[in-house]
């Protein structure tokens, strides 16, 4: 879709009920979930962090959504597709002043120029102990990525098309950090799989965008 016709569609998003947990649920890895999140609730021990899911227009005014690749390290998101984004600091506002610092940060888009407009449902990151803030967002004009080299191992820019495209969701067998070889549903983007929590949010995304594309 031509990213100025997009501009104007999904503006309706604003308005929009959010699809919510139900919608995460279908491409979530592990049933306990939602247990684990009211767990992690009552300790009150869980860090916080906001996440973009960032919509742009590529030169010929295509439409893109911008994911990365991690770099390879000693954590339990090593080397996985992510939102760019990151922990809420002491010098962050908000949890989408944090989406925003870290958008910058992390693909070099100004902050300055990002119109977010929805604040996405919240998810759990077991793994890691985070709540993370999802928020969805449009950047006008082409941007001129920067990748953080400490952080960022690949930009993956995904077409809006292939995004929609229903025979990108998939099953595949993975081993995590809480089982071995197991079925999971995620999607398969420019050669990457997606999976976990970025394709929980994803899919609240995607279901939004099917009504107001």
Request: cysteine-free.
């Amino acid at each position: 879709m031509n990213f100025r016709e997009f501009e104007k569609r999904i503006v309706k998003v604003r308005k929009m009920e959010l699809p919510g947990e139900a919608v995460q649920f279908k491409m979530a890895p592990e049933e306990r979930l939602k247990e684990l999140k009211e767990t992690a609730r009552l300790k009150n021990t869980a860090k916080k962090a906001g996440v973009m899911s960032l919509f742009y227009p590529t030169e010929t005014l295509e439409t893109r959504l911008i994911l990365i690749l991690r770099k390879t390290y000693k954590g339990v998101h090593s080397a996985q597709v992510g939102f760019p984004g990151g922990k809420l600091e002491a010098i962050d506002n908000s949890l989408q002043d944090a989406a925003l610092r870290e958008t910058e940060e992390e693909v070099g888009v100004s902050r300055n120029t990002i119109s977010v407009l929805k604040e996405l449902t919240e998810i759990y990151i077991p793994p890691s102990n985070f709540f993370v803030q999802p928020f969805l967002g449009i950047t006008t004009e082409p941007p001129k990525f920067v990748a953080e080299e400490k952080e960022v191992e690949a930009l993956i820019e995904v077409t809006l098309h292939d995004f929609m495209n229903d025979e990108n969701i998939i099953t595949q067998t993975l081993s995590t950090s809480y089982a071995t070889s197991i079925n999971v549903p995620a999607f398969n983007l420019n050669g990457y799989i997606v999976w976990g929590a970025t394709a929980m949010m994803l899919n609240e995304v995607r279901e939004m965008l099917k009504k107001a594309l």
